[in-house]
């Protein structure tokens, strides 16, 4: 789909992770293009169109590359400009690994008791976010469109809109938004909520987001809410809240793995799996106490216990990326798994199976698509995500339909995914009989699950997602001309 007609004003995104990462290797420095829902769908656009990009610079050759701030990119052929935004060590300290990781992340998927807000990190995050809204502002010509991203940078709408009333600004949140209460633990919850409001669009991944957004915009500020219509007015301006699912880019996914270096890849697995009557299951994480990796790890071993026939025959390869490392839960977390993983294989397995693989590294976009296309079944287990991109992506790669999906009802994916089959991560039990069932089904049945789920991503990519943000910021764009 082409969405560069869309765009009629200059476009100024805004994030926390850079699109491109510069890396002192030895000598010299590596430059690594950052994979993500968000920088596949507007690094092509920006590419076509010119434009800017502002986010932290954080590689370690970021300021060398980039001496006062700007490169621009992609460094073989630059297109637009990425503007860095460069963070002392307690910036980084107090805006991204306190604030926003350790406070407003697991807030946001009611994990409570994980949230930790610090006095001190709070005016840290306020300052970076202003930082990164000057960035915005020096960058932007009159009308221009700001495309601000996430929980980082939720303060960036409002500081932005006092320093430049005359552009459109849209912000997506791309993590669940909590229920009323829970969001009342942030010690900020209102200056969060105003932050937010300065922006023309809101933009959440599900509608029960974009409900628990508005009930809590009217408790707090007691601002005037139409729920039917998704609108708020606030200081005076109206500010649309909607739901708009982000998705994978179905087409690239499928070419990917019909790529004939990765269908050979593809078909050497499914040979060896077949030689051994073996099926394959698969998950791939960032290794992130919301993705359910352990009860996740505990409904497999329950799936052995109770149905010892299917032991020898399936193997789950679990990947399970390494994040946000400095933070010390995350660190943690990893052995968790790694410990589960060891138990559960010296319970059941043997000198010839072992029933979880675990591999902890990225892998290749390709490969990973690859082994989507290869798999019996995906598992995805979340206690809360705001979608679950793994989810979609996995779909998108069944080009032959032979596998099945079984994904956690409390992913946002679970809205539009009807047919995968629904898990409850908390309950292993049922996790077990879900899976024994899900692996019963008939081939047509199984076939036909999966073509339904094929067909509804491919007619809801990112750039459908994007079109509407950016159709939003259109209709934005118009009403202040009229002004
Ligand atoms: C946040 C929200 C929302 C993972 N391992 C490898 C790899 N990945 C890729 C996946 C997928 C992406 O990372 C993960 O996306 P998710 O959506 O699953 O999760 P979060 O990172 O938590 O993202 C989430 C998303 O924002 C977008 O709005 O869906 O709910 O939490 O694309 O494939 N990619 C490669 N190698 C790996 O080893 N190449």
């Given at each position: 789909m082409d969405v560069t007609c869309l765009v009629t004003n200059p476009l100024v995104v805004v994030t926390n992770r850079e699109p491109y990462i510069d890396e002192k290797i030895g000598s010299g420095i590596r430059t690594i293009q950052t994979a993500g829902g968000v920088v596949s769908a507007l690094d092509p656009l920006l590419q076509e169109m010119g434009g800017d990009w502002i986010a932290w610079g954080s590689g370690s050759a970021d300021r060398v590359t980039a001496p006062r701030g700007m490169r621009e990119v992609p460094?073989?052929?630059?297109?637009y400009r990425l503007h860095r935004v460069f963070l002392s060590p307690s910036e980084e300290q107090g805006y991204y690994t306190h604030y926003a990781n350790q406070g407003l992340w697991p807030l946001s998927h009611m994990l409570v008791e994980r949230a930790r807000f610090s006095r001190r990190a709070w005016p840290i995050y306020r300052a970076v976010n202003q930082k990164f809204a000057r960035a915005a502002a020096a960058t932007s010509v009159p009308g221009a469109w700001v495309f601000s991203h996430d929980y980082q940078l939720a303060l960036l709408p409002a500081q932005l809109r006092t320093m430049r009333p005359d552009v459109a600004i849209a912000h997506f949140w791309h993590i669940p938004w909590p229920a009323f209460p829970v969001f009342r633990l942030c010690p900020q919850y209102q200056e969060i909520l105003r932050g937010l409001l300065g922006a023309d669009v809101l933009g959440f991944q599900t509608s029960d987001d974009v409900d628990a957004f508005l009930h809590a915009a009217h408790r707090t500020l007691k601002a005037p809410v139409d729920f039917d219509a998704g609108h708020i007015v606030w200081e005076g301006r109206p500010v649309h809240v909607r739901a708009i699912p982000i998705s994978v880019d179905f087409d690239a996914i499928e070419s990917l793995v019909r790529h004939p270096r990765i269908a050979r890849w593809t078909g050497g697995i499914r040979r060896k799996l077949a030689r051994r009557d073996r099926i394959l299951g698969i998950s791939v994480d960032r290794?992130?106490?919301?993705?359910g990796i352990v009860p996740r790890l505990q409904g497999i071993r329950e799936f052995f216990q109770r149905y010892p026939e299917r032991r020898g025959q399936v193997t789950f390869l679990q990947i399970v990326v390494p994040t946000r490392s400095e933070v010390q839960e995350y660190r943690n977390l990893y052995h968790q798994v790694e410990e589960e993983t060891r138990r559960l294989n010296r319970e059941f397995g043997d000198d010839d199976w072992t029933p979880v693989i675990t591999i902890r590294r990225h892998i290749d976009r390709a490969r990973l698509m690859g082994l989507f296309r290869a798999a019996d079944f995906g598992l995805v287990s979340s206690?809360?995500?705001?979608?679950?991109?793994v989810a979609k992506e996995f779909v998108a790669a069944q080009i032959e339909g032979r596998g099945v999906l079984l994904l956690s009802e409390s992913a946002g994916a679970a809205n539009e995914l009807a047919d995968a089959f629904p898990i409850?991560?908390?309950d292993a039990e049922g996790f077990a009989s879900t899976l024994h069932e899900a692996l019963n089904i008939p081939p047509a049945e199984r076939h036909a699950r999966m073509e339904r789920m094929r067909e509804h991503v491919q007619q809801h990519t990112i750039y459908d997602w994007l079109q509407s943000i950016l159709l939003a910021l259109s209709e934005v764009s118009a009403a202040y001309a009229r002004e």
């Open positions: 460094p073989k052929h630059p297109r290794a992130d106490y919301t993705k206690l809360f995500d705001g979608m679950n991109l409850n991560p908390l």
